[in-house]
């Protein structure tokens, strides 16, 4: 087994202030907030939008898809195939058309209610069971909308915590979700994984990261230790 990666030097709330006066998070760069006043099912659809998407791009389809259909969910399911039409800027229309017709028959059969109401775990269990939904979608939904002390992880916050020293190279969900939730605490999870995504893309980018000029570089062991190669 290798030597344990060292770990930044600061606690989670000294990073969250230093990346709060860092980094700006902008509601037309994140999906998800910008479709967050449309309500919890919208919110959904947005974020399967967003998989594997540009927010450019996935927010462009979420809004044709908005002046398609008022996003009811049966006028989702009226589109039929014309729904891979309505949404293809988002790309890999395939597959999200497929998960936003089972989140829009899961809607008219439970209720939109239950999406906003109903037990956590049944609603995790519920989207968990649609293909095309996978942790990071249901803990976007649960940590923004529902409250519930969820870490959402995309590839800025893995590649940071592995950077980080918080997690090892190659750690599963799971382990660089509860690392992540467990250095910032619960009460900072959520906009914290905003935060990293708007980290992520000014400064910690996967190739050539800008660590001369990252407000956390005397913090940071892979920027004081090998320049963030690694």
Request: proline share 4%; aromatic share 6%; glycine share 8%.
């Amino acid at each position: 087994m290798g030597e344990r990666p060292k770990v930044i030097s600061a606690d989670g709330i000294t990073v969250y202030n230093i990346l709060k006066g860092s980094v700006t998070v902008r509601q037309e760069d994140f999906t998800a907030l910008h479709s967050l006043p449309d309500g919890p099912f919208a919110l959904l659809v947005a974020i399967i939008l967003s998989q594997n998407s540009n927010d450019r791009n996935s927010i462009a389809a979420y809004d044709d898809l908005k002046r398609a259909t008022g996003l009811d969910p049966a006028r989702i399911l009226a589109l039929g195939d014309g729904l891979e039409q309505v949404i293809r800027r988002a790309g890999m229309v395939r597959q999200k058309a497929r998960a936003i017709r089972e989140l829009a028959r899961l809607a008219l059969e439970r209720g939109v209610d239950f999406l906003e109401h109903g037990d956590i775990n049944e609603v995790e269990r519920a989207l968990l069971s649609i293909r095309g939904i996978g942790s990071k979608t249901v803990d976007v939904f649960l940590s923004l909308y529902r409250k519930v002390p969820r870490f959402a992880v995309d590839t800025h916050a893995k590649r940071i915590a592995a950077r980080w020293g918080l997690t090892r190279k190659g750690a599963s969900y799971e382990e660089v979700s509860g690392a992540l939730l467990n250095f910032f605490g619960p009460e900072r999870s959520d906009e914290a994984h905003r935060l990293l995504i708007a980290f992520g893309r000014a400064y910690c980018t996967a190739r050539n990261p800008r660590c001369s000029e990252c407000p956390l570089r005397q913090y940071c062991p892979s920027a004081t230790a090998t320049g963030a190669q690694g």
